[in-house]
């Protein structure tokens, strides 16, 4: 059964660098879709995009945060700059239509010291 | 705005007793509703889901009615085991453009022999 992919699993980084969430969705799906969840607390929608560019995205997707697709299968979350509070767990999820059941990956624990 | 609200946990039960989650949501329009559960160190799995009032979805022993009138969507199950041991996620999608999840906080259930 196809499923979503997500990498690292973990990663702990210092605060000020760059980091990048690779993701990559079901292949015949068209709308990817990030979300986080702070711990302790509830699943935020981050961004979504489709053909190629941002299509939503939420008051927490401020200019440190970028999504791109770069090639026919990956999907990355890159932070310019982490900040403390930017610790969570990323989750990518991905759909083939709109408002279909979106699948989720199994996230990646992001801990920024 | 869109908003779901699901009941505190933790939740601890014993094997075979009944489980209701409750959820309850504020949406305009006309929502499609979710159940997610997350198994520890997993990801998001799509439990069961309903896309219009009186429909109830149903998996794996889980069921929820979607109730237009209580905006509620609540989760039940009639016996528990061991290996439901998870954090349940209700959350709707909104209708809008893109169709991003909007979630509640999550329920941990426990579920002792």
């Known amino acids: 059964e196809p499923e979503v992919t997500q990498t690292p699993s973990h990663q702990v980084t210092q605060m000020g660098q760059e980091v990048i969430l690779r993701c990559v969705p079901i292949?015949?799906?068209?709308?990817f879709y990030w979300y986080r969840q702070i711990l302790g607390q509830k699943v935020e929608f981050l961004v979504s995009?489709?053909?190629?560019?941002?299509?939503?995205k939420s008051e927490i997707f401020d200019d440190q945060f970028s999504v791109e697709r770069p090639d026919g299968s990956n999907f990355t979350l890159k932070i310019r700059s982490t900040k403390l509070e930017d610790s969570a767990m990323y989750f990518c999820?991905?759909?083939?239509?709109?408002?279909?059941?979106?699948?989720f990956g199994p996230g990646t624990r992001l801990l920024v010291l | 705005g869109n908003s779901v609200t699901q009941m505190e946990g933790p939740v601890t039960l014993s094997e075979e007793a009944f489980l209701t989650i409750n959820c309850t949501y504020t949406?305009?329009?006309?929502?499609?509703l979710f159940w997610y559960v997350q198994y520890p160190g997993e990801g998001l799995q799509l439990l069961l889901k309903?896309?219009?009032?009186?429909d109830k979805g149903s998996n794996k022993g889980f069921e929820a009615t979607y109730r237009k009138e209580t905006t509620s969507f609540h989760l039940e199950k009639g016996s528990v085991q061991v290996s439901d041991s998870a954090v349940y996620f209700c959350?709707?999608?909104?209708?809008?453009?893109?169709?991003?999840?909007?979630f509640g906080k999550g329920t941990k259930l426990s579920v002792k022999p």
């Open positions: 949406a305009t329009g006309y929502p499609s």
């Open positions: 292949s015949n799906h068209l709308y």
């Open positions: 999820a991905s759909t083939r239509r709109q408002q279909e059941t979106q699948y």
């Open positions: 309903a896309t219009k009032a009186d």
């Open positions: 995009f489709y053909n190629n560019e941002i299509s939503e």
């Open positions: 959350a709707l999608n909104h209708g809008g453009s893109q169709g991003n999840l909007i």
